[in-house]
């Protein structure tokens, strides 16, 4: 999900008790930077050395890149939703699906 239209329904996710952040491969000046670019007010995490990517398997190994990807995890950090963004920056799930799962996890 593009991160700023993910900054315009926070307030709707806080309500739903839902935690927000979003890992980057940039280091934390590049990190620093995009919060300050795009107004966030939730915390970009720097993974410049890919080991939470790795983890969550979004790492090109063959180029030595972050993999975009948007998780929803429910409670007890199971993934109740996954859509594999690839090195497609600009494709993102639409915000409105993003806040079915949220209010989904409420019920």
Partial sequence: MQLGKLQEVLPELTKLGVGV???SADDLEGAKIMVERQHLTFPILSDPE???LKAWSRWDFGNGVGLAGTFIMDAQRKVV???DDGERFYRRPRVDRVLDVARALGR
């Fill in 21 to 23: 952040a979003a890992v």
């Fill in 50 to 52: 890919g080991v939470m």
């Fill in 81 to 83: 939703f996954f859509e």
